[in-house]
């Protein structure tokens, strides 16, 4: 009798033992993560901004998509904003991080440089933009490197286990406009395109001075551009705000595949 008692307590040890392993594993790939970032996080372009319409912020936006694809994450904070600055993700952003964030993805530096304000000047007809495109270029290479560097070196100190992925902008066009309202010539969009190489080469020096991954999203985005014959990029659009933002495949076969490659 006494040694069926012992088996039945060492049955019973060996299955809480199991069980609490279990809820040790479980709980070891829980992820908690934190979307910041601008527009092109937000999901600005998706069409949809149920989530909070005052930041463009929904539902098709990358940050969802992973979070109801991926077992085992919780979106602790998603609070990428449209029309964000890197100054803006200092004082409204970052406090949602801390030392339990093991995800940070961003997508940052777009609006610091007046990206959108360069699109429009050059979209309209009979008006020049090079100044523009250099004033903004100028602003990439010598003061948006230090912008960069206070937002990271914030979400380092605020995240310090966390796995932070800095995205990229993807080129927007293919050299073909065929959007009856805008009037972008062959060398303007070369120019455009090469502030978006300029960006990746800026972004990716900065995040890997942190620590950081850097995706790229140019190649994922090539062939997708504007006007291509499967755009993952809105062309001029109504609202006006969609216009050169990732749609609903933009975000889930471009951005939302870089995040997985890097978190799985």
Not at 78 to 100: E, P, R, Y
Request: glycine share 8%; net charge positive.
């Amino acid at each position: 009798m006494r040694s069926t008692h012992a088996g039945r307590r060492l049955v019973a040890a060996v299955i809480m033992v199991c069980a609490l392993g279990g809820w040790v594993a479980a709980s070891a790939l829980a992820d908690n993560y934190v979307a910041l970032g601008d527009s092109y996080s937000a999901g600005t372009g998706t069409r949809d901004y149920s989530i909070n319409s005052s930041c463009n912020r929904g539902p098709y936006a990358y940050p969802e998509l992973i979070r109801r694809d991926r077992p085992n994450t919780t979106l602790t904070a998603f609070v990428a904003c449209s029309g964000a600055k890197t100054s803006d993700v200092l004082a409204n952003q970052v406090q949602s991080l801390s030392t339990s964030t093991n995800i940070v993805t961003i997508t940052i530096g777009g609006n610091d440089a007046g990206f959108s304000s360069v699109i429009t000047r050059c979209a309209e007809p009979l008006v020049s933009c090079s100044s523009d495109v250099t004033n903004a270029n100028n602003y990439i290479r010598n003061t948006l490197p230090g912008n960069l560097n206070s937002v990271y070196s914030q979400i380092r100190t605020r995240a310090p286990n966390a796995r932070v992925i800095v995205l990229g902008y993807p080129r927007l066009f293919m050299n073909v406009d065929c959007n009856a309202g805008t009037f972008f010539s062959s060398d303007e969009m070369t120019r455009l395109n090469a502030t978006a190489d300029l960006m990746k080469t800026t972004i990716a020096g900065r995040a890997a001075a942190y620590g950081f991954t850097f995706k790229d999203a140019i190649p994922a985005f090539t062939g997708h551009a504007v006007c291509s014959s499967s755009e993952w990029l809105n062309g001029l659009s109504n609202p006006i705000s969609d216009s050169y933002h990732p749609n609903r495949d933009g975000h889930r076969l471009g951005y939302e595949a870089l995040v997985r490659s890097v978190i799985g």
